[in-house]
């Protein structure tokens, strides 16, 4: 199947900060979630694929080709939604839309003012006075309104109330039912990516720790229970993480390894969601 999406060994050096040989693939049909702590560089991967910044080494691969010093076809392909404003503050929704349309070649007018309907979005007021949710669905629904082959979002699930992120999700849902198309966007809400994400990224102090389908990725680890008599036995089966607890114990392993301990009096597996995967490996910063 088709990579929409390749990052090859991404390097990028700030003071302080860096990006250190990322690398991931998403393919057509898929919506791949980005997740990772703040500061983790989320923002910053997307921000090089988006060549808003460049690259010090490694490659970024669009539809199986490097793109690199001719975005103007690239840029007709995917829909992005950014963390900041980038539109025009001074002008109302609608000019801003007058503004935008004509630099795509398959701008859908019927699409956007189904969307904006949909969403809700005052055409007339000026986009510095829409509030922080109102400015990311006109932004959604100018992402979606070219016929993107690819949709890159920087956190658009932010600051939107719960019902409108539910009514995003089966938007995003109802896209991915053209499976010549694929979705990658950043997010702490994981609860939103139990929902609809096929795979997770997740980095972590600038390095890729997992990169994995989440189905296969609940199935990769346990959370272990149990008294405190069992401490020893936990500990030689190397968790990840390991606390204590009023009850006993609580370790973060793989599944492998919590197999070989779980028929022993006491303990207690359970499957962590994504929230507890994260919370652990942040908490470890270990390698699996
Ligand atoms: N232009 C820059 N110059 C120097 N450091 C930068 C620059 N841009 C980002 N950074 C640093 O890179 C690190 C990663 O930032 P980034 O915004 O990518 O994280 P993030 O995962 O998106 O975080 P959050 O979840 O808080 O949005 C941070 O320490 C940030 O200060």
């Known amino acids: 199947m088709e990579n929409i999406l390749e990052l090859r060994h991404v390097t990028k050096t700030f003071k ?12 057509k049909g898929f919506i791949m979630g980005f997740i990772g702590p703040n500061g983790a560089g989320k923002s910053t991967t997307i921000r090089c694929l988006m060549d ?12 199986g080709k490097n793109f690199q010093g001719d975005c103007t076809e690239l840029k007709q392909k995917i829909g992005f939604v950014y963390d900041q404003d980038v539109f025009f503050q001074d002008l109302t929704a609608e000019k801003n839309k007058k503004v935008i349309a004509p630099f795509y070649k398959n701008w859908d007018d019927q699409k956007f003012y189904r969307y904006i309907k949909e969403f809700g979005v005052p055409l007339n007021k000026k986009m510095k006075s829409l509030s922080k949710g109102t400015k990311m669905k006109f932004a959604l629904a100018v992402a979606l309104s070219h016929h993107a082959e690819l949709i890159i979002m ?35 809400i994981t609860t939103d990516l139990e929902k609809v994400a096929d795979y997770i990224t997740f980095i972590l102090d600038g390095k890729i720790v997992l990169s994995k389908e989440r189905e296969e990725l609940s199935e990769m680890f346990r959370i272990v229970k149990g008294p405190k008599t069992m401490e020893s036995d936990i500990k030689q089966a190397l968790p990840i993480a390991y606390k204590e607890t009023s009850f006993g114990f609580e370790a973060f392993m793989r599944d492998d390894e919590a197999k070989k301990i779980s028929n022993k009096t006491g303990i207690h597996l359970e499957r962590p969601n994504l929230d507890e995967i994260m919370y652990y490996m942040v ?3 270990r390698n699996v």
């Open 283 to 285: 908490k470890s910063r």
């Open 16 to 27: 302080g900060f860096a990006l250190e040989d990322v690398s991931f693939e998403l393919k």
């Open 154 to 188: 920087d956190e658009p699930t932010s600051g939107l109330d719960p019902v409108f992120r539910r009514e995003l999700l089966d938007v995003l849902l109802d896209v991915i039912q053209d499976e010549n198309k694929a979705i990658f966007f950043s997010t702490h």
């Open 52 to 63: 808003l910044i460049h690259v010090d080494s490694g490659e970024v691969l669009f539809f």
